[in-house]
DNA sequence: TTTT
DNA sequence: TTTT
């Protein structure tokens, strides 16, 4: 048994690949996990290295950037690997099997006004797959 | 072993009572879970019965109302009671450990404008316990 | 976001049936779940009615009986129906998505010496996909 | 929000200290989580570093060894640090808030027929805190 | 007896 | 209507 969930905020704009042999998509990002009870001065996220595959992989290029709030549901993985100078290092990655947006940043105006929350009328399903009804109006208000 | 990480909007309002021994506060409200996948006519939420208990209950009852936007990290509690008739009922409720707030909707102007995204940057603290540095300004950047 | 973890002991045998249409697998049962800090005279465990579809459904049938340990991954959901006297029931059920085995009772031997580990060691897989690799042996080694 | 359920073996023995400041219990060990569809010649574990504190990390190191079953509640905490020539490293472990004992090695014993299933009477308790109820005997019967 |  |  292995089972994860995080919500917070992407560190980064995610990052679309794909695999060599079969073309499937894969993205990557950072995500930032606030810490509730940091105190000041201390480290107050976790940064976690999220891996998404397939259809939910392209959702994540297409819709998130940095700072879009998501909810993630998937497990921990980890490897190795050595360096260039024949050292081993360990990785520790977070793939994701669903993720659920919580608000983006409109990547055409990113660091201005583009955030919108995800609101979307009743029967809204703001989650990558099937993915529709953002909210793209250019009011404030979320939905 | 028993965990549970849920995403939902409150159904209604919370309700806030206090223990009859101890005076510990305790608030309890419906959140409506969406299903990701539900097709056209089909239940397309599940509707969670969620108990709190002590600062984290206050905050609740504080800070949201119907329609605001949690995560809750928690456990399973079931039970049962006899109805007047003596009939065997069983219960299912969640007891949050932590309510993470997402949203909110303003108490005061509900319906209206008063719906603010939690901010969310890397910096804030978007938790009951120890809750502040909301973005209330008046802009529509969350961050 | 709906994601719960259990371990627990299944309650009673489980049951298994198919879907009218397609003929799935579908399994139920009731797993207690222990609750480690219950006192004298309180209710020392949760009951949640899990179920299980397909190939895990078959699994679950054929090697879990009353008393086996599993750890289950799935989600919650709630319903609702009418007696027959027209009054409204709402059911809590755990879709589960993952049932991992822990231990097993040999259904031909129950009560007596049929309850072994599920072994354990690295290389074991011990779920319900792919099932195999039990540690069958006399000894009271796990691997 | 940042929940992680984990259900492994022990890859070593656990390790224990107290802290510089308060002189509070900090168990460390490494834990081998099973991936169920691994295929034949792939990596079919991963690992990660358990960190737990107060009580349970007594617990963990009195009665926890190498091969050991657990499941684990706690959640994702990333660091870094630099190292002596200066390059800088980043590190992943989950820090745990419940630990709950599904099988031990007994550590007299080990490599030999110590390992006993957690099986307990009604009423069993067994997690780390209020520790209690062991299966002591010789016998393979796990309860 | 429901949210978005 | 319960497991260990």
Redesign the pocket.
Known sequence: MNSVVLVGNLARDPELRFTAGSGKAVATFSLAVNRPFAKEGQQNADFLRIVVFGKSAENCANYLSKGSKVAIQGRIQTGSYETSTGEKRYTTDIVADRVEFLSRVNKENQGGFGQDD?????????NPEGFQALDDDDDDI??
């Open positions: 995800f609101g979307g009328g009743f029967n809204n399903n703001n979320p939905f």
